[in-house]
C-alpha cells in the first residue's frame, strides 16, 4: 500500500513512525512532514491546499490517508479524498465541527446531555463582559475557534478574565468567545477510534499544556505527555458510556457518520468526568506517548475505521509507561526563535525521537517552529520512562531549549 501522513509536527512523525512498521505499507508519503520524518518518506511538498493534496493522491494512487493536524479536518480535507473515491482516516468537515467551533461542541454536548461546564456563548464584547462581571471568577474564557491550544484563558481575577474577552471580540473581523465555569479536579485525556459506530477508547493519558513547571506560565500546545495515566476503570467505563457513546450517536442522529480519532479532554471533578474540549484528532503530544505503547498495526486499524469495519477489533497494549517530554524553542508560545542548530545523537534502548519544528538547512539540522524535538521515555514503570527521557535529553544539541522537568508529576503521586 501507498500510505499518506498529512501534517509536519511531532505527532506526525510519530503516525509516520507507527505506519513504517506496518507489513501493509510499501511506500509512505508525508506533507510536507519535517526534518526527522524525511529518514521515513517521501516528503511532498504542499501549502495548505486540500484540493490539490486530494488531486496529488489521486494521481499518484495513494491507499490511505492518515490526517495529523485539526486545521485540514475542519477545512474538508476527508470531504476532498472521499469524493475522489480516496481512502482517509480521519473526520468530515461536519464531523470536525465538535473542534472547529467550541459553541457548537457546547451545544452538542448540551442536546445529548454530556457532562461538560456551564457556559454562555458571546460575539457582542460588552455582553461578555457584563456576564462576567456577573458571576465572578475564577472563570474560563476560550476562543470559539481552532487556536492551536493556545485560545484558553483561566482567570483567577477580573482584569485577566475581561482582557481575555476584549483580546478575542475587539478585532475589526469580529470574533466568538465561550465563558465557561471553572472546573476542579485533575485533567486527563481519553482518545477513542470510531468508525461512526464502534467506539475503541485508548489508553488514558494526560497532558500538560502550560510553559513552566507546576502549570504556571501561558498555555502552550502542549509541553509533554504521559501514558498511561492512572484512571480507575469505572471512571473510563464512564467515560465511554456518558461521553463517547452519546457524542458518536448524537452526531449521527444529526447525519453526520464520524470516522477518525476523537479526542476527550477531560476534568475528573467530584461529580465525574466533565469534557473540557472535543478534538477532532490525535493529541499532541498525547499521540507521542501513546503511538509507542500500541501494539496493534496502526494502518490495519486506520484502514477499519475508515472502511467501518471496526466492529469486533481489540487494542493490545505493550506493558509499561510512556513519557514525552516537548523540547521547545527560546521565546515559544509567543515569538519562537527559528534557525537555530540542532544536534539529535542516536537514541538509546527504550527512548525515541520525534521531530516537530525542524527542518533542513543544507546539511544542517535547524528549528523551525516553536515545539521542535519530543523526547520519548519508555519503561516498566512511568519512573523508568521519565529517568530515559529527561537522561537522553542533556545529550541533544538545541541552545536555549525550553522544556518542563516536571512531567508526569501529577501520575506520579497518584500513583
Not at 194 to 214: A, F, M
Not at 267 to 276: A, I, S
Not at 397 to 411: S, T, V, W
Amino acid at each position: 500500500m501507498k500510505v499518506l501522513v498529512v501534517g509536519s509536527g511531532g505527532r506526525e512523525h510519530a503516525l509516520l513512525w507507527k505506519a513504517a512498521q506496518s507489513p501493509l505499507v510499501d511506500r509512505l508519503y508525508a506533507a510536507p512532514g519535517n526534518a526527522g520524518m524525511a529518514a521515513l518518506a517521501e516528503l511532498v511538498p504542499w501549502n495548505g491546499d486540500v484540493e490539490a493534496l486530494a488531486d496529488w493522491a489521486l494521481a499518484e494512487g495513494i491507499d490511505l490517508t492518515l490526517v495529523g493536524p485539526e486545521a485540514p479536518l475542519v477545512e474538508g480535507i476527508a470531504d476532498a479524498f472521499q469524493k475522489r473515491g480516496l481512502l482517509i482516516f480521519g473526520p468530515t468537515q461536519k464531523a470536525a465541527m465538535i473542534e472547529g467551533s467550541k459553541a457548537f461542541a457546547k451545544r452538542l454536548m448540551e442536546r445529548y446531555g454530556i457532562p461538560t461546564a456551564r457556559y454562555r456563548v458571546f460575539q457582542d464584547a460588552l455582553l461578555a463582559l457584563e456576564y462576567v462581571e456577573s458571576v465572578g471568577v475564577p472563570i474560563v474564557i476560550k476562543d470559539s475557534g481552532l487556536a492551536a491550544g493556545k485560545g484558553v484563558t483561566v482567570a483567577f481575577d477580573l482584569h485577566t478574565a475581561k482582557q481575555a474577552v476584549l483580546n478575542l471580540l475587539s478585532g475589526p473581523e469580529g470574533g466568538e468567545v465561550v465563558v465557561e465555569e471553572y472546573l476542579e479536579g485533575e485533567e486527563a485525556t481519553v482518545l477513542a477510534l470510531t468508525d461512526g459506530e464502534s467506539i475503541l477508547p485508548l489508553l488514558p493519558s494526560q497532558d500538560h499544556k502550560r510553559l513552566l513547571d507546576g502549570d504556571q506560565g501561558p498555555m502552550t500546545g502542549g509541553m509533554g505527555a504521559v501514558a498511561p495515566y492512572p484512571m480507575e476503570a469505572a471512571t473510563l467505563r464512564r467515560v465511554e458510556e456518558e461521553i463517547l457513546k452519546p457524542l458518536i450517536q448524537g452526531l449521527r442522529a444529526e447525519g453526520v457518520v464520524y470516522r477518525g480519532v476523537v479526542y476527550a479532554g477531560l476534568m475528573l471533578t467530584r461529580e465525574g468526568p466533565k469534557v473540557l474540549e472535543f478534538n477532532a484528532r490525535f493529541g499532541d503530544p498525547e499521540a507521542q506517548a501513546l503511538l509507542p505503547l500500541l501494539q496493534n498495526d496502526l494502518v490495519d486499524l486506520a484502514l477499519r475505521v475508515a472502511e467501518g469495519r471496526l466492529r469486533g477489533t481489540e487494542l493490545t497494549w505493550r506493558e509499561g509507561a510512556s513519557a514525552c517530554v516537548v523540547l521547545a524553542a527560546p521565546g515559544y508560545p509567543e515569538s519562537p526563535r527559528k534557525g537555530i542548530p540542532l544536534h539529535v545523537p542516536e537514541p538509546p534502548e527504550g527512548v525515541l525521537v520525534f521531530h516537530a519544528g525542524t527542518r533542513w538547512e543544507g546539511n544542517s539540522l535547524v528549528s523551525a517552529g516553536g515545539r521542535v524535538l519530543n523526547v520519548v521515555g519508555l519503561g516498566k514503570t512511568l519512573e523508568e520512562a521519565l529517568s530515559r527521557a529527561y537522561g537522553f535529553i542533556p545529550q541533544v544539541g538545541f541552545p536555549g531549549a525550553q522544556y518542563r522537568k516536571d512531567i508526569g508529576h501529577k501520575a506520579l503521586r497518584l500513583g
